[in-house]
């Protein structure tokens, strides 16, 4: 897969939000590009720009933003939401009760869920505890987010991580349990706190501040 495989993409027909039953019918806000492959259930909201790749499903109560790239074999359920500039790599189901912020990478393989104690045989559907993953936020490959939780603005998620409790906005997290390791930037590189616990991003200067265990963006 990839952005060169333009042939591949069907351009969908420009709209509002999709209405019709079924998937030659539909129509879509202006401009996503919907792989042939993909199932888009009638009522999901795509946004402008949006690209959806082969084997999707995406659900009739789901919002996707605009400009995001949803990658091969994703699924999007019903009250789930995904907005602007959103990246979500091969193999990711976003289930019900997730919402991914602005600018959010999913890596590939990541796992959401939303029931914290599931058993076949009893329903647990009233029972949906949510997921909120903030602005820029990032999600290692192969990560697992138990439901319940918010993870911070611009934090990121090592791969493979099973992130258990709320992660800090900036927050570095590794393993299982995820543990916070440090302090990442929004550019992505690893902040190293002076004694003023000030820290200077190696990639844009930006400076943070690291005040009772949080870290803010100064400049
Ligand atoms: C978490 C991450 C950002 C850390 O990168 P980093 O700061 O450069 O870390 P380093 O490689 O210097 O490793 C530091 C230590 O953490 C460990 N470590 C690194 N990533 C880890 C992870 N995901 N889980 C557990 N431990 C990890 C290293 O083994 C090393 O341990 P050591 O000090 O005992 O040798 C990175 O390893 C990672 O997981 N990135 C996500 C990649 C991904 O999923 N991409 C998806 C799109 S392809």
Known sequence: MGICSLPNIV?????????????????????????PTAVIDAGAQIGEGTRIWHFCHVMPK????????????????????????????????????VVL????????????TNVINPRSFIERKTEYKKILVKKGATIGANA???????????ALIGAGAVVTKDVPAYG????????QKGWISEQGYTLQFDENDKAVCPGDAATYQ??????HKIS
Do not use: W
């Open 62 to 97: 789901a919002v996707i933003g605009s400009d995001c790239n949803i990658g091969q074999n994703v699924f999007v359920d019903n009250n789930a939401s995904v907005g602007n500039g959103v990246k979500i790599q091969n193999n990711v189901s976003v289930y019900n009760g």
């Open 101 to 112: 912020e602005d600018g959010v990478f999913v890596g590939p393989s990541a796992v959401f």
């Open 11 to 35: 351009p969908a027909a420009a709209g509002l939000i999709c209405t019709a039953t079924n998937h030659s019918t539909f129509t879509f806000m202006l401009n996503p590009l919907i792989h």
């Open 172 to 179: 570095l997290m590794m393993g299982n349990p995820a543990r």
């Open 210 to 215: 690291l005040k009772d265990n949080m870290v």
């Open 144 to 154: 697992t987010i138990v439901c319940g939780i918010s993870i911070g603005e611009y």
